[in-house]
């Protein structure tokens, strides 16, 4: 269980003489899961999280194993990368089950795997010194040798390095690519979008907003409605774990919903689905509020979910982001590099510190306790 030290640091910047609140990063100590051992960080060992059970429903410390060893040795043309920042993402539950998906599961025993930001160490590659910054999939470890060709420069157009995990990064590109090519929104249409204040929703309804549409978030609490609203600037945002959810979403939609972006999947589908309007576009980003489970069911009533998308003519298009990156990533940085840059795009991230801290903040995320783009301080 994490607890917040209430240290909420004011990463205001100053762009070009402009006083730009572009984000604030709320440092959560995650504690140390039970039954793995802190480590002493020594110069010549390396940490790392592996899979150690598979979950049954919602993961628990158990699942997780730390372990340490000596540094790994860079061959040539690779790598010696250092740990700097972890990103955790809802998807890496995914992996965890043994089943058939779009990516392989991660094998009992080897390590987490995930995105990381990593300094260079040391380089065996012409092309690459020590001290720079490289991103790359290298997993819930501290160290890592690598081929160079695996890890890409982090280039953030002076924005933060941590936004290469985050709103400019694969979360940001799900959110632009599934709006853009899917969704489509216009002026005066209405998006609607739950996990709202995460790193997908929180852009999803400020690029909605940008394009003229009206953008009605939800997410869990009152502080994330606050925030939804007054910080990140959507036309409404409503709680979905509160009493009379479905009414209060219908208010906030007098005129229907023209875009659904959907992240989350449960009950919140249930109460969008009578909101549609007629060739409304559903773009099928994400379902959270499953992954816990063993198959895809929840509470949804199928059968009705068809006949609406016959009746309403509705386009639902699931997704996964990289299959627009040839077409569309250099545009999604492009665009939105000055815009985070300006303040025009907002974002917050959730940093946790240390290795240790990683599966339960993942878990934390999971369950909704996150606010903003999980990350982990690795060094
Ligand atoms: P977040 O950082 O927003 O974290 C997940 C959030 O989901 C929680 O904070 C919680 O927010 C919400 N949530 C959890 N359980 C439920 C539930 N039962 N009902 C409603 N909301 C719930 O996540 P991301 O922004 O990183 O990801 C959002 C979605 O996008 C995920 O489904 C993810 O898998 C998907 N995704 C898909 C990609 C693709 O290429 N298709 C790429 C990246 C992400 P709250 O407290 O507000 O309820």
Redesign the pocket.
Known sequence: MRVSNGGICDLSRTTAGRQNTIHQATILNASPVAGIACWDTEMDTYRQIVLAARPKGVPTPDNFRLESGPLPVAAEGQLLLRTKYLSL???MRGRMNDAKSYAAPIELGEVMEGEVIAEILESLHPSYRQGELVQGRTGWRTHAAVPAHATRRVETGGNPPTTALGVLG??GF?AYS?LKVIGQPKAGETVVV????????SLVGQLARLAGARAVGI???AD?CTYVRNHLRFDAAID?RAEGFSDALAAACPDGIDIYFE??G???WDAVLPLLNRYARIPV?????HYNEGKPAGGSPVAETILTVLRRSLLIRG????EFATEHYDGFLKELRPLVRSGDIRYREDIAEGLEAAPGAFID????R?FG??LVRIS
Do not use: E
């Open positions: 993402d809802p998807y694969m979360p799900a599934g739950a996990a709202a204040s995460g790193p997908v929703g997410t869990g609490g994330k979905h992240n989350v449960g009950p919140v980003c994400g379902l959270v509020a997704f996964i982001n990289t995320m999971l369950a909704g996150n783009k999980t």
